[in-house]
């Protein structure tokens, strides 16, 4: 049987984006939560590491590493012997997020801005060529 999905607007993505991440934290030595962001007046073909640079400001001499959305939500997915309820429910809001970046963008590609207090944008196109990225920040002593 083949299943059709319809594209979703730049609108609707960032309203599920937004209710996906709504009183999520991202987990590291802090936690963080999550923020939309839309950047409609980027159309381009590809974002790359220089392209973020220019987009949040960020200086030339802050680094910038880079690792596919499935390796850097891998740790926080992953079920352990000692959770419990919260626990399970965080990595099915975490499962969410994958399952929407991956059903409505394309190239997606997480940014890691910084050395140990890293900014992280999960970035990807929409259907409409425009970019939308999750923001949190990431500890790592």
Known sequence: MLTLVMALSDAEI???LTVATTD????????????????SELSRDTFDA???????AVAADVA???????????AAIEPQD???DIEQQAI???QHIIFLLQQHLTQVQVYC???????VYIVGKTPADNWVALKTMSVET
């Open 64 to 74: 910038i590493g880079t690792c596919e959305a499935a390796k850097f939500f891998q």
């Open 92 to 94: 099915e809001q975490y």
């Open 50 to 56: 220089a392209v973020l640079r220019q987009q949040v």
């Open 113 to 119: 801005v910084g050395e140990c207090e890293m900014d």
């Open 24 to 39: 999520v934290f991202w987990v590291s030595e802090s936690e963080a939560p999550f923020e939309v962001l839309h950047w």
């Open 82 to 84: 000692w959770h419990g």
């Open 14 to 16: 960032v309203e599920l």
